[in-house]
């Protein structure tokens, strides 16, 4: 699975699921503006008899309350269903198959690797998984491309969610899960909202 299947995933993902929690944002911004207009009526009433102009100027007020705590509401929901979106491509990748998940992991080995000496940091959660004979395939597969293909996998374990980080001297190379998701976060969330609420 590539960073680009992650994308789409996500955007498809999403798609599937805005209609339905957008709907319901709609509905209670809809009770809420209705709220917004009986109460503005009933004022509106009220002191008819004293004044009109005070009467609607009320009102106007009270329906842009009404209209802004409606649009709250559905910004707020699209941040959690994008925020949700999100969460469930990460759980997806980490659920997946070992197989398929280390191949991934492979992937973005060999895509940041520089020198071929650096050394792997993973998350303690991962220690099964990406292993001193996992390193040694990806340094095998090093080999036989002309690199160093002299990478180490680390004793010590770092506080990420899923993939690595890759280390040379004092320089760390972030490519966890966690990371990635977040960059990609950041380049795809306008256009997410665009496809997804407009």
């Keep these: 699975m590539t960073i680009k299947d ?10 599937i699921q805005a209609d339905k929690i957008i709907a319901q944002a709609e509905d209670k911004a809809n009770n809420i503006i209705k709220k917004g207009k009986k109460e503005a009526e009933n004022i509106k009433n009220i002191i008819l008899h004293r004044s ?67 050394t792997i940091f993973i998350d303690h959660s991962d220690r099964d ?30 506080p990420i969610k899923g993939g690595v980080v890759i280390g040379f001297g004092k320089i760390r190379k972030n490519i966890s899960l966690e990371f990635l998701l977040k960059k990609i976060r950041e380049e795809l969330e306008i256009q997410i909202s665009k496809d997804l609420f407009n």
């Excluded at 992650?6 to 798609?15: L, W, Y």
């Excluded at 994008?82 to 491509?89: G, L, Q, S, T």
């Excluded at 990406?130 to 990806?138: A, H, L, M, R």
């Design 52 to 118: 009109k102009q005070e009467a609607s100027l009320k009102k106007s007020k009270i329906l842009t309350e009404a209209n802004l705590e409606a649009k709250k509401i559905i910004l707020s929901e699209k941040q959690k269903i994008i925020e949700d979106v999100f969460n469930k491509a990460s759980e997806s990748i980490l659920k997946l198959e070992d197989k398929d998940y280390l191949n991934i992991i492979k992937k973005m080995i060999l895509d940041n690797i520089e020198t071929g000496d650096e």
């Design 6 to 15: 992650i994308n789409e995933k996500i955007i498809s993902d999403a798609k």
């Design 129 to 158: 998984k990406i292993s001193e004979s996992f390193v040694e395939d990806i340094n095998r597969e090093l080999k036989s491309k002309g690199k160093k293909g002299k990478l180490k996998l680390s004793t010590s374990y770092l």
